[in-house]
Nanobody
Framework: QVQLVESGGGSVEAGGSLRLSCVVS????????MAWFRQSQGKEREGVAS????????YYADSVKGRFTISQDNTENTVYLQMNDLKPEDTAMYYC?????????????????????????????WGKGTLVTISS
């Protein structure tokens, strides 16, 4: 059974940093597409970042470029999201997800990240989320 468990959320002031972790069990993440999404209260879910773990190629939403970094640790079967210079508008529940199609996953394509909007690509497994709250 595949499980994704997020952690690392919390409350920080604007300008601060947090590091989210997504530990995956029951599935080897060494060559797959892993992504982070977020959903603010009253808003639709949106893509934040993704990584194709086979090559380390990364993708980001424009709103987080230069501030967030997605990375992997295959030995720990874990994907991270380092978030710096946090802003109140980053407040949301953050979810990680996996698409087993790997290199062919929509969430790991230039086309998707060119204009993700609120489109959520099909993902095979999702975590339950970790809450990030940024105060001004």
């Amino acid at each position: 059974q595949v499980q994704l468990v997020e952690s690392g959320g919390g409350s920080v002031e604007a300008g601060g940093s947090l590091r989210l972790s997504c530990v995956v069990s029951g599935y080897n993440v060494s060559s797959t597409c892993m992504a982070w999404f977020r959903q603010s209260q009253g808003k639709e879910r949106e893509g934040v970042a993704s990584i194709y773990t086979g090559t380390g190629n990364t993708y980001y939403a424009d709103s987080v470029k230069g501030r967030f970094t997605i990375s992997q640790d295959n030995t720990e079967n874990t994907v991270y999201l380092q978030m710096n210079d946090l802003k109140p508008e980053d407040t949301a529940m953050y979810y990680c997800a996996v698409d087993q199609r790997g290199l062919w996953a929509t969430a790991c394509s230039d086309e998707y990240w060119a204009s993700p909007g609120t489109r959520i690509p099909g993902m095979h497994y999702w975590g339950k989320g970790t809450l990030v709250t940024i105060s001004s």
